[in-house]
Structure formats: C-alpha cells, structure tokens
C-alpha cells in the first residue's frame, strides 16, 4: 500500500475529447510526476510538479497539462485525444523529485476509440 | 530512440537459483539508476539503486552492478523466490535542475518456478 490513488481505474474517451485524471498522494508528498506506459513498453515521462508548478517536462506536447493543488492532489488533463494516447497513465508522488522516494499509484488505463 | 535498453522481455528461473537482469543505456548524461519492480494492476516499486561513482550495491538477496564504460548494469536475485516473479524495469536519470527526469526500459518479465 503505497498511499497513492488514482481515479479512475479504466476511462473510455473517443477522439477528439478531452479527459481529466486524477491523483491522490500523501500528506507531505510535495513532487508528483507523471507517467505513460503505453502497451509493452516502460513508463515514459510526461512532466513533474512541485509545489504546485511544473518543474520539469517530457517530451510530450502541451495538449498535455497539469494541475497540483495544496491538499496533495493532482490531475492530468489532455486534449483532443488521439488513438495514441491510449495507454496507462501513472502518477508518482514523493517528498523529493528523487526517483528512488517516489510512490506510484496503480494507473489508470484510458482507452480512446 | 530507446535511451535504456532491456533486451531480455522475459526470464524463467528455478526458485533458489541466481536471477540476472541485464539493462544497457545510451546516453552519457545519465548518472543514477534504479530499479524498480511491478505486479500486476500496481504501480512500479523502487527496489535499489546505484549512484555511477560506484559499481556495486547490494541490499539484501539484491545487488546491482554498473559497467560505466560498458554502459551496462545489472540486477543479481540470489536466491530468487516466487514472490520475486515480477515485471522488472531498469530505469536511468540525470542529477539536474532539481529535479529527476526517471527514464524506463521496457520491463523484464521475471518467473520464478517452485
């Protein structure tokens, strides 16, 4: 049980929409990042926020955003959804941006038709 | 371009014996590595990590070895037990800005046989 949660578990959107994810971390977790891991291949970084601004980006384009709040929540909104961003979406939350204090929630798979 | 490489997708071992998984990244800058391991329907789990001013850790049943010239490192289950059976991805970053920008290869399906 890391403490992450992520809502929801399964999303299906069709082209063209927008969704919003979401994620809820720790108290005191003031890093979350997120990450997408399309099918057979390993989580790939999609941006970081700390305290409350992003401070670190992946290469993906800015249809993909972000928000953190100060209750230790954050969502992830993308826009006009493509075929190709059907994948699993993870967020990880820590103290730090270190890699090895980040905790993973257990995805959401979004699927766009 | 795939900047952490893991060319084994899958690895079958007897419970008891050694497991070794291998990994190999391209690019220069990176300078910390971890590995992390994931079941089914949860998110990755840190595992351990090696800093690239050494060439060895060990925690436990697991060790990691890093060949810095070689770009190569290496995760050592001894002795694997069911339970490890997992996906295992090797991951790479940078110390920069702050912040660490994780990079993932894509995963190593380990199963442990009783």
């Known amino acids: 049980e890391t403490g992450v949660t992520q809502s929801p578990t399964h999303l299906i959107k069709t082209r063209g929409q927008q969704v919003t994810l979401r994620c809820s971390s720790q108290?005191?977790?003031?890093?979350v990042s997120w990450y997408q891991q399309a099918l057979g291949q390993g989580p790939q970084f999609i941006f970081q926020?700390?305290?409350?601004?992003?401070?670190g980006r992946g290469n993906f384009p800015p249809r993909f955003s972000g928000l953190q709040f100060p209750n230790y929540s954050s969502e992830l909104n993308v826009n006009a959804l493509e075929l190709d961003d059907s994948a699993l979406y993870l967020c990880a939350s820590g103290p730090s941006g270190r890699g090895d204090t980040q905790y993973f929630g257990p995805g959401t798979r979004l699927t766009v038709l | 371009d795939q900047q952490v490489k893991q060319n084994s997708p899958s690895l079958s071992v007897q419970e008891g014996r050694i497991s070794i998984l291998n990994c190999d990244y391209t690019?220069?800058?990176?300078?910390?590595f971890l590995w992390y391991k994931k079941y089914p329907a949860e998110g990755p789990t840190f595992l351990i990590s090696i800093s690239s001013i050494k060439d060895k850790n060990e925690d436990g049943r697991f060790t990691v070895f890093l060949n810095k010239s070689a770009k190569h490192l290496s995760l050592h289950i001894v002795p694997s037990q069911p339970g490890d059976s997992a996906v295992y991805f090797c991951a790479a970053s940078p110390y920069s800005g702050g912040y660490q920008k994780v990079t993932f290869g894509t995963g190593t399906k380990l199963q442990v046989i009783p």
């Open positions: 108290s005191g977790h003031n890093t």
């Open positions: 690019n220069s800058m990176f300078d910390y």
């Open positions: 926020y700390y305290r409350e601004e992003e401070n």
